[in-house]
């Protein structure tokens, strides 16, 4: 690399222009040209040679460690999955299975239940009792009251996130209170960097103190399961595999065989049955799909 090159990371294609941010904050407008031009998404690290008045060339893009479409993202890390307390009542089998999908691209999921300024449907009680026991990071929010918004920060650091969750949520509030706080912060990026809701196919990534970034539209559009084997399910379960030794067959499937050590747990209440339930649903859909591709 010459002086005048940088790494960075695209926030977002805008109007022909590429909005790169450095690891120091600094934030570039790039144009590009040829090839590049179709390549280049919101999460690629890419570099560039830089001119005056933070404007920049664009010359290539680094090895992605992923790719998600709809919306396209590369290098996304976390995945943070909203739910309301209440209005609308958490969806435990919509929670169970943006889990797993979470966990089948590699994303770290984690479970943000908002609106805790209201009473909680019984559901979000149970959401906060089991989830965290097992394996998951679970926060309590409020982003119409700011309540734990530095929390959400926190966890953001080192990670390009996606949100996921039902409508009305909360989830553009979340990025809203999330980036009116940087607003505040970084006025000069962020009136560079133009603040419109645009009707743009783009996505576009807003930085959280400078070390992490989130997307301002959900990660995932599509809640079909990938085709996979059946057997392979309960390994994204962390809270079943301590269970795993105990069943007598190595490719159990804690469905219709005996001595399960999962199932075992299951009826001695360790693990609540709507987990469970919510998994032979998971199960008998890859089954399904197994049986068309095979
Ligand atoms: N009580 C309460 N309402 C909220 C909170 N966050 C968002 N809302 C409201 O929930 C509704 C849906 O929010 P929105 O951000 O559009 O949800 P999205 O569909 O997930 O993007 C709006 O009326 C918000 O004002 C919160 O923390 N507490
Ligand atoms: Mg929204
Ligand atoms: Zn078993």
Known sequence: MTDHQSVG?????????????????QLYECKTR??????????????FTRLDDGRGILEGIQPRKNLLYRPKIANVTMVLIVMAVDKPSPSITLLDRLLLLASLQQL?????????????????????????????????????????????????KEQIAV???????????????LSNDQLLK????????????HTTRHVELFAIDNNGWIADTPGFSVLDLPIMKSTQLANYYPDFTVF?????????????????GVKTAVDNGTIPSFRYKNYIQLL???IEKEKCYR
């Open 108 to 156: 770290t999921p984690c479970i943000i239940l908002n609106k805790c300024d209201l009473d909680p449907d019984p559901k979000a009680v149970l959401i906060n009792e089991y989830y965290p026991q097992a394996g998951f990071t679970v926060l309590s929010i409020s982003a119409r009251q700011r309540h734990n918004l530095e929390s959400v920060r926190q966890l953001l």
């Open 186 to 197: 970084t006025q000069e990026v962020s009136s560079k960097i133009g603040r419109g809701r």
């Open 244 to 260: 795993n030794q105990e069943c007598r067959f190595a490719d159990c499937l804690h469905y219709r065989e005996k001595d399960c």
């Open 163 to 177: 949100l996921a969750g039902p409508s009305g949520v909360g989830k553009t509030s979340l990025i809203n209170a």
């Open 9 to 25: 990371l695209v926030l977002k294609n805008y109007s022909g222009f590429y909005y790169v941010q450095t690891v120091d904050g």
């Open 284 to 286: 008998e859909e890859v």
């Open 34 to 47: 040829g090839k590049l031009k179709e390549q280049v998404v919101s999460g690629d690290w890419v570099t």
